[in-house]
């Protein structure tokens, strides 16, 4: 939180009501009479025609594809500058210049990455087409800036006492940079798995697997010739790192590591980017044998933090020859998720390992150098002056230094116990432009050419589904995922010698991917999507396959399917792992003598009731999912802790827990039962002790308080909104959630990190559903600040217009910006 003294709270708050008033712009007329105004623009090669619906999302009609980006970025600016802006920052590492010391570990941290620096080499590596588009959203942005003085600035510039800088095609580079560090696999996993080399081998590769019974697969099958692929090695890739941790090292190792964590948090969540396990999300598609309409039918609905604004902007796109619409991230061209004239498609993380770390051997003698296979050699060392705001009463800034040093492999990220670590990461090739290839994903008209499009996608692997108007259905996993000389990169490796060295990328033809499947149903959630049988490594780490599952079964549910059968699905809070987790524990429990139970624990009756009776659905008022929840999460932290040990379990992050948890209780083997217990009945009274006494905390006493909405609030929260007084204009009050996206078992709908949902049919694009929480606006004075949120919390699912008669139906207010 940013800390201001009184004096300047209030002058603040006098300055946000000023922001307001001078920001509040008019409200839209009725849809019949659409109001009509013009703006001269220099920039422009002709007139482009923005019109807005009842929701303010833009609708952009240009005579040509620079005009058309131009006023993308103009419109995006418009609604978004403050967070696109804020994003900028972020990557670049310049927060502390408007917020002082409060984010200069963040902003270290980014300097470290080399954000800005790579972005502008990235630049000089661009397509002419790509670079086209960039320069002319880049224009269209800063046009828009060019038009405004002390009173129009969004109230957060006018609040900081700052002004926003031209934009640059960099910046919309930057940008995606923030996206790859969100939706790649944490370099921290590798040293915590280190940390963790105590382990005996057998206890490790069960805490770690990535095998459960609800598996969902998409390409291959378990063939357990191969099994051993799926268990982290270790071997000998850094077995003298290995030899020297001893406990203290180990202890001093996680702590850094959960600082880390914090940190990374702390950043991520200021931007609606964070998620716990990894960003999850989940999108699936039916062949036309499988839909009402005969032909296919998408959905997606990415999960990330809920934040205000939200992380993506609608936008409808057109020109000659060329539509598009769907939404995008501010700052970025074009469209990243939906659909045009003739395909529709939509993302999920895949999440494979494309970041591996080094332990590096520096010379006693000369610090600088570092051990190479063919002797010692210099290390690089940059400089990076980061300015920090002295006061937030002014705006004077002083200079901090902070060195870094690179090695062959990549930055210096993590010294620890006296070693230091180098990060090799895909996203730090100065070749990959994480936004680029949506420029021909946007243009795309069949598979042949959406897969070539997919081709040159070099973001963090997403796994992206396909539908077409010709009726074909699809799925690709596409990205740049390392083969490595030995290992898979599960730990670090020794940087003095080629055991670790990246010899190529899978090729995109051996990718994982499937085209009309015999079944006409694709789903993926963040699960693992490979059985056995698939040949390369992608990771050991997947999301847990409760949310696949539940789709998957529903939709085999019925024969066919209409979008609202796919809305409901999206809105299902049925868990899977929680209601797994209830009947096993009901079973083992009420098997117990009675009177023993009521010795060792009072509220036996209480617990065995929410047990049976919850039906498995996460819903506000529930109270079996709010003890179910927190009697999970005691019996996952206790078996885990019998594994690792207490401390460590308190900062252990590992990605499959879930599922080393489930098979615990269902197998209830001797040897995963923490040694205080005599049986797992006792144990799982000892964890709905912890339930009750946690719930007591909060909620309180009152049990027939204990509900899932009073333990799990939906947040939208806004940079500013914990500031006092002035920050209250951004605040949009908590509500009771809906759905869960980890503690109870996650569910399809994960509750407000729903950040968008998306419902396609392409047998009529204008039945196209899509909505984003929870507005188009960034600007809380503005009607469309949050006024998707209505229908996001009731899972209703507004038609977002496609066909030129439809958008014009749908305005209600039109904009020419004419040539000046």
Known sequence: MIKFDRLLTLLLAVSLLVCVVHATPAQAPPASTPNVSSLKIAGLRATVTVRRDGRGVPYIEAANEDDLYFAQGYVTASDRLWQMDLLRRTARGELSEIFGRATLEEDKRRRIYGFARLSQATERNLAPDVRRVLAAYAKGVNAFIQTLDEKSLPPEFRLLGVRPRAWQIADSLVVGKIFAELLSRPWRADIERLALSDIPPAKLRALTTDESPFDV????????????????????????????????????????????????????????????????????????????????????????????????????????????????????????????????????????????????????????????????????????????RKSLTAPETESVTLEVTVTRHGPVVFEAAGKRYALRWTALDSQRAEFAAFYKINRATNWQSFTRALSVYSGSMQNFVYADRAGHIGYYAAGFVPMRKTGDGSVPYDGATDAGEWTDFIPFAELPHVYDPPSGIIVTANNRIIGRSYKHFLTNSWAAPYRARRIYDLLNAKPKHDLTDFARIQYDVYSVGGKFFADEAYKILSMRDATTDREAMPHIDLTLKLLQTWNGEITPDSRGAAFVSNMRTAFRARVVAAVIGAERAKSYRGANVENFADMVLRTQEREWLPKEFSSYADLLIACARDAHAELTRQPGADETKWTWG???????????????????????????????????????????????????????????RQIIAPGQSGNPASPHWKDQLGDWQSGATPVFPFTAEAVRGAARSVLRLEAK
């Open 217 to 388: 697969f998409v390409v291959g099958n378990d063939d357990k010739t191969r099994s051993a692929a799926s268990t982290i090695s270790s071997g000998d890739k850094a077995a003298n790192a290995v030899a020297m941790f001893d406990d203290g090292a180990r202890r001093d190792v996680l702590r850094q590591l959960a600082e880390i964590d914090e940190l990374t948090a702390r950043a991520q969540q200021r931007l609606g980017l964070y998620g716990e396990a990894l960003a999850a999300s989940n999108n699936w598609v039916v062949a036309g044998k499988r839909s009402a309409s005969g032909k296919p039918l998408l959905a997606n609905d990415p999960h990330l933090p809920a934040s205000a604004p939200s992380i993506w902007y609608m936008a409808h796109l057109s020109a000659p020859n060329f539509r598009v619409t769907g939404v995008t991230a501010a700052g970025a061209p074009g469209i990243i998720i939906g659909h045009n004239e003739r395909v529709a498609w939509g993302v999920t993380n895949t999440g494979p390992d494309v970041q591996d770390v080094y332990l590096e051997t520096f010379d006693d003698a000369n610090p600088r150098r570092y051990k190479t296979p063919n002797g010692f050699a210099d290390a690089e060392i940059r400089q990076e002056e980061i300015k920090v």
């Open 710 to 768: 009073a333990t799990s609030k939906a947040r939208f929260p806004h940079p500013l909104a914990s500031v006092p007084i002035f920050g209250t204009p951004f605040v949009i009050e908590p509500f009771a959630q809906r759905g869960s996206g980890f503690a109870a078992g996650a569910t399809v709908n994960v509750g407000a990190n729903v950040s968008m949902r998306l419902l396609s049919d392409t047998g009529d694009w204008d039945k196209t």
